[in-house]
């Protein structure tokens, strides 16, 4: 599908070509081939951001993560390559970033997440040199890599987790974990940091305490209520603001990976779509707007409460998809999103965590073991499966659904990482 100009009316207009949008264009396309639907959405190119994390950790290829946005916007959508600039609910309307306007009968807001570079003193000016990474890019993930396998034998090395809702609760410490294995399989030892705004390793306190094992055996130290808020890179200085007083205090690093602030974009923060928090107000069930109810919004931009994940994304989609169908139809929600997200945390290079959840930090995991054990076989979910789970996803293939809630025992098994 190629790019066209902004035009007129659509029966559907999906703001975000993203995991999201795709996922409910492409699926909405394949059951109404005919349904007049436009997708608006800037970019280039599209990528796989769960595998940024292996990428720094040396198990993926970056290059593998990126496909261009052309061939993953289905065959049948108008595709209209512009940013948008305001929202006008009460007029069915979306102005673009040329000034002109396209009108609506429906409309889905799946337009991601901002990171918020600069609120984070001198981070973009030595970003990708001086130690400091993030694998919340594409154009540095390599470089976190470089950065591991760099770190001298007694060096230190930060990890950090910003006061803000972020995109992938778990990768900030995905990372560490490979980095630490990568270490300990060369024989050497580190002062290794996981630097948090949070007071726990995870958001769900059942995975939490099988975190806090982890962290034990790689003799890794949380720091829990420490807030990145500036970066030195040139000094290998990284200043945090600590506990509720927030008293600053500067760490000395040799390599630090930095996990940005995020927020939801502005455009949408400053729109009468969004609550006070500058998300798109949903109901957290039917995922449609609660003042208007031809919008519906799905993803990190939503105000959902649930970890901002792509297997959330997935399962937001079914209920999306089914209350978009039956709006169509003119008549009222079907579906009720129960709040599943999914974190696929590497305790090691070959073992993974298969963290599920629902609302309420319930475990849901999709297979009747206990989840917070890490398992080889769970590695071959990471690298292989779920990259072609999400491809199919954005091209209208949701792949199953498994996940429901079981019981286990309050005592965390034993294990290794």
Request: proline share 7%.
């Amino acid at each position: 599908m190629s790019a066209g100009q902004a035009s007129g009316r659509h029966r559907v207009v999906v703001v975000g070509g993203g995991a999201g949008g795709l996922a409910v264009a492409s699926t909405l396309l394949r059951a109404q081939p005919q349904l007049d639907l436009a997708v608006i959405e800037p970019s280039d190119n599209h990528y796989y951001q769960p595998a940024w994390t292996l990428v720094g950790g040396g198990a993926y290829n970056v290059a593998d993560t990126r496909r261009s946005e052309a061939s993953c916007m289905p065959a049948g959508a108008h595709w209209i390559k512009h940013r948008v600039a305001s929202f006008q609910p009460e007029q069915d309307q979306v102005t673009l970033d040329d000034g002109s306007t396209v009108g609506y009968d429906f409309l889905v807001v799946a337009a991601g997440i901002q990171l918020d570079w600069n609120k984070i003193a001198g981070l973009v000016d030595t970003l990708g040199k001086n130690g400091v990474t993030s694998n919340y890019s594409f154009d540095f993930a390599p470089y976190t890599w470089q950065c591991i396998r760099n770190l001298k034998n007694g060096g230190r090395a930060l990890f950090t987790y910003p006061a803000t809702p972020i995109k992938c609760a778990g990768a900030p410490q995905k990372i560490l974990y490979l980095a630490a294995d990568h270490l300990r399989r060369n024989g050497k030892q580190a002062d290794i940091r996981y630097c948090t705004a949070g007071g726990a390793m995870f958001g769900v306190p059942f995975y939490s305490q099988a975190l806090d094992k982890v962290m034990a055996n790689y003799e890794a130290k949380p720091e829990f209520k420490h807030n990145l808020v500036a970066v030195d890179g040139p000094a290998h200085k990284a200043t945090f603001e600590v506990g509720e007083d927030k008293k600053q205090i500067a760490l000395d690093f040799d390599m630090i990976h930095v996990v940005p602030p995020q927020s939801s974009p502005d455009f949408i923060k400053n729109s009468p779509l969004a609550n006070a928090a500058g998300w798109v107000d949903v109901d957290k069930a039917t995922l449609r707007h609660v003042n208007h109810a031809n919008v519906f919004s799905l993803g990190d931009c939503c105000s959902a409460p649930n970890s901002k994940t792509a297997a959330a994304v997935r399962s937001q989609s079914r209920t999306v998809l089914a209350n978009l169908q039956a709006a169509l139809e003119g008549l009222p929600p079907t579906s009720a999103y129960d709040g599943y997200a999914s974190c696929p945390l590497t305790t090691s290079k070959g073992k993974m965590l298969l963290a599920e959840f629902i609302y309420g930090g319930t475990p849901a995991p999709s297979f009747p073991f206990d989840p917070r054990i890490p398992r080889r076989s769970y590695w071959w979910l990471k690298t292989t499966y779920f990259p072609a789970l999400y491809w199919d996803m954005v091209k209208g293939d949701l792949g199953p659904d498994w996940h429901a809630v079981h019981e286990f025992p309050a005592a965390v098994p034993s294990f290794q990482p």
